[in-house]
Antibody, heavy 119, light 105 residues
Framework: EVQLVESGGGLAQPGGSLRLSCVGS????????MNWVRQAPGKGLEWIAF????????HYADSVKGRFTISRDNAKNSLYLQLSSLREEDTAVYYC????????????WGQGTLVTVSS | IQMTQSPSTLSASVGDRVTITCRAS??????LAWYQQTPGRAPKLLIY???TLESGVPSRFSGSGSGTEFTLTISSLQPDDFAIYYC?????????FGQGTKLEI
């Protein structure tokens, strides 16, 4: 069974940093492209970052470009999101989402981890 | 690429046939997915390539369209179908979602 489990969420101060992790199991992690998608409380889904299976192709949404960094360690079946220069509007549940097939949408999602940015 | 869904809220009853529309600000060919989300849960992929049903998804769900206009149809609503539905384009490397359609009883 494909599983994605996020961790690392919590309370951070404005201007602060946080590192999210997502560990995959039950599939060949190194063959999946991966994404981070967030959802602010009571709001819709917002895609924020993509990383290809090999880690060299990376894309960001404009809302996080220059502040967030996506990375992966295929040897550890792990995906990361480094959050920096945090703002209150970054408060959201952060989901990792994997693509089992090239050029197809994310079809496997974790349960999410909550990031709260507040002083 | 901007994605616009309509309506934002849809009231219906069990057994009804409902349709949700999604419009893209430019052509996305058929690179359109539909997700279902229930409270406190992660989104679930229902349809991809505009009309291909994800494995395990009931056949009462169907999708159509190409270019800039797409629809999700549920042929006979079941109690578990009352949820929020999102479209998502994956034509551009920067994926975007519609704002969501809340399907309520």
């Amino acid at each position: 069974e494909v599983q994605l489990v996020e961790s690392g969420g919590g309370l951070a101060q404005p201007g602060g940093s946080l590192r999210l992790s997502c560990v995959g199991s039950g599939f060949t992690f190194s063959s999946y492209s991966m994404n981070w998608v967030r959802q602010a409380p009571g709001k819709g889904l917002e895609w924020i970052a993509f990383i290809g299976s090999g880690g060299t192709t990376i894309h960001y949404a404009d809302s996080v470009k220059g502040r967030f960094t996506i990375s992966r360690d295929n040897a550890k079946n792990s995906l990361y999101l480094q959050l920096s220069s945090l703002r209150e509007e970054d408060t959201a549940v952060y989901y990792c989402a994997g693509e089992s097939t090239l050029s197809s949408p994310p079809d496997h999602w974790g349960q999410g981890t909550l990031v709260t940015v507040s002083s | 690429i901007q994605m616009t869904q309509s309506p934002s809220t849809l009231s219906a009853s069990v057994g009804d046939r409902v349709t949700i529309t999604c419009r893209a600000s430019q052509s996305i060919s058929s690179r359109l997915a539909w997700y279902q989300q229930t409270p406190g849960r992660a989104p679930k992929l229902l349809i991809y390539w505009a009309s291909t049903l994800e494995s395990g998804v009931p056949s009462r769900f169907s999708g159509s369209g190409s270019g800039t206009e797409f629809t999700l149809t549920i042929s006979s609503l079941q109690p578990d179908d009352f949820a929020i539905y999102y479209c998502q384009q994956y034509q551009s490397p920067m994926y975007t979602f519609g704002q969501g359609t809340k399907l309520e009883i």
